[in-house]
């Protein structure tokens, strides 16, 4: 769980901006700016970009352990793995739109499938997760075709944040099965 924990802390670095001079718009520009060529503090976002995506990876054979036997519990673990090489390889090739297509179906596929094995309470977290990446992303290919200064920005951050938390929220349901029984 220290591995996701990593993973969300790093992914979640985009909130530096609110911190840092970047020059990217909070309300037009999309996350990926942050670490596109020319765009002050990039090498500090693509870093956090890399460490975010090795520690996904990394993070998947013990979710694997710690998740029950059956094909859709593996499909979730692997879903973090694929995301977070994916997440690697964004840092590594900033700004690539079929990377930022595959890391939206990989998460949508993870999320997906803890639909399919969450137990009832867990579920409906499970499934509000889903449909704010969904629909987050549907509102950034909308977004996306009438062109830029159009919001994207917000729309971006909010689908990042969902991420994150629906990853945190995944962390904790696995963390919260291994606990000790309290008399």
Do not use: C, K
């Not at 309300?27 to 500090?44: K, Q, S, W």
């Not at 309470?121 to 830029?148: E, S, Y």
């Amino acid at each position: 769980m220290t591995l996701v924990g990593l993973g969300v802390l790093a992914y979640s670095a985009w909130l530096l901006e609110f911190f840092l001079p970047t020059g990217v718009s909070a309300l037009h520009d999309p996350i990926r700016e942050l670490t596109a060529e020319g765009t002050p503090y990039r090498d500090v976002f693509r870093a956090a970009a890399a460490v975010a995506g090795l520690a996904f990876v990394l993070a998947g054979p013990p979710l694997v352990r710690m998740a029950p036997v059956h094909w859709t519990a593996r499909m979730s673990s692997g879903a973090v793995s694929l995301f977070g090489a994916l997440v690697m390889v964004d840092a590594a090739y900033p700004m690539s739109p079929g990377v930022e297509l595959l890391m939206n179906l990989a998460f949508v596929v993870g999320a997906g499938s803890l639909v399919l094995w969450w137990p009832e309470g867990w579920r409906t977290v499970a499934i509000a997760g889903l449909t704010a990446v969904l629909a987050t992303w549907l509102a950034m290919l909308v977004l996306m075709l009438l062109g830029p200064g159009h919001f994207l920005g917000i729309v971006s951050r909010v689908q990042a944040l969902a991420r994150a938390i629906l990853l945190a929220i995944g962390a904790a349901y696995l963390y919260r099965g291994h606990l000790p029984r309290v008399p």
